[in-house]
């Protein structure tokens, strides 16, 4: 089944394009939307993040500029992992190099184009392109992450494999490996805390090439054998869950000490806490608001958006959660196309909706979840409970 993509409203590179009055109004009114049939709950925070919102503001601004000689401005990827946000950007004329393009920009840019580097970065070989073709470049990348690639990257220089806690396939990831690379490094990058314990078993056995490729091979590392985590410096992508994250040094420091002993271990592991500030606050509220006593929580964001994949999930361990990336997804009280976590595709789920009234749902939307399609999820939420 093929998610619905909203048509995005117009006019392009409007200031307001992504706000919403329904989603202002609930949070006047702290959060909350008392209705007949029940009540809608929002988190204390939720929606854009400060990175994301300054990558879009930045990219109207150079859509402005482009109208006074417009054809000439490249996005390199999506800007943000979100689909409402992607349609609006290219009805604002904006072409999004993807593919071949993406890799080989040279091949489609001029000196005169003005290439938009998105939130998450660009691999340095692709921004090293840019700089030869000579174009104008408008660098939307987040701090957050900035700070990742240069602590990691610093790491590398003082001796450290780097074990990375991400989605390998993420645009983020994908960037951040480029960089170490690029630098010399070592890296391996673990998905999940399964991943992580397999990895645990190579480095406390020092594994050589052998069972070490067997379990891990390109892109997730580019090491050969354990060797080079005898000493780890670790990261995670800025949206992984923070608990886990914790949960992943626990490992790897115990990991060293089965190989190395407790005196050594200590000084053997680095960490740097890169989950990113805005990603902690978003997962503490959801939690909050799962515990607040509601009776199922809708999470509204793209199904490629890693914190808002998170945020189903710490929603999932507490009560009945339904992913959706917009209000067409609600097809009535009955029937919700909502992402089937087992499969990773959006699937049509019936009776989501309790009967019982009243009924109490939570609202949770991702960092890349713009306010104007959660406004439109509430505000079809309220239509049934109306
Ligand atoms: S989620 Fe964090 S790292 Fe990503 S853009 Fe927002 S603030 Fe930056």
């Known amino acids: 089944m093929t998610a619905h993509r909203p048509d995005p409203p117009g006019p392009p590179a409007d200031g307001d394009a992504f706000g919403s009055d329904v989603v202002d109004r609930v949070r006047a009114a702290g959060g909350m939307w008392a209705l007949p049939g029940g009540e809608l709950r929002m988190p204390r925070v939720f929606g854009f993040c400060r990175g994301v919102t300054r990558a879009l503001s930045m990219l109207q601004e150079a859509v402005a500029a482009d109208r006074e000689d417009p054809g000439h401005l490249y996005l390199l990827g999506e800007i943000i992992h979100n689909p409402w946000v992607n349609a609006y950007v290219q009805q604002c004329g904006v072409r ?4 071949e393009s993406l890799a080989n920009p040279e091949t489609v840019l001029t000196a005169r184009d003005v290439a938009v580097i998105p939130a998450f970065g660009v691999p340095l070989q692709i921004q090293r392109h840019l700089e030869m073709i000579g174009c104008r470049i408008v660098d939307t990348s987040c701090g957050d992450v900035r700070r990742l690639w240069a602590w990691a990257t610093r790491a590398v220089g003082d001796g450290y494999g780097i074990v990375i806690f991400g989605r390998d396939a993420h645009d983020e990831t994908i960037v951040t490996k480029s960089r170490l690379e690029s630098a010399g490094g070592r890296y391996v990058v673990v998905g999940d805390l399964d991943q992580t314990r397999r990895l645990c078993e190579l480095i406390a056995t020092d594994a050589g090439s052998g069972a070490f490729g067997r379990a891990f091979t390109p892109p997730a590392t580019n090491a050969r054998s354990a060797a080079p985590f005898a000493r780890i410096a670790q ?6 869950l923070y608990d886990q994250t914790i949960e992943v040094r626990r490992l790897l420091h115990e990991a060293l000490v089965a190989r190395y002993g407790a005196a050594e271990a200590d000084e053997r592991l680095i960490f740097e806490p890169t989950v990113c500030r805005a990603t902690q606050d978003r997962q503490a509220s959801a ?14 964001g ?10 189903f999930e710490l929603a999932a361990q507490h009560t009945p959660a ?37 009924v109490r749902i939570g609202v ?3 960092a890349s979840s713009p306010e104007v399609v959660v406004g439109q999820v509430l505000q079809r939420l309220a239509e049934l409970l109306g």
């Open 287 to 300: 939690i909050d608001l799962c515990r607040s006593g509601v009776d199922l929580v809708v999470v509204v």
């Open 302 to 311: 793209g199904y490629g958006s890693s914190n808002t994949r998170h945020l």
């Open 322 to 358: 339904w992913f959706i990336e917009d209000a067409d997804s609600i097809r009535s009280a009955e029937e919700i196309l909502a992402l089937d976590a087992a499969a990773n595709k959006p699937e049509i789920a019936r009776d989501w909706l309790p009967v019982k009234r009243p």
């Open 96 to 99: 999004i190099l993807t593919g």
């Open 364 to 366: 949770l939307a991702g």
């Open 235 to 240: 990261v995670s992508q800025t949206t992984m």
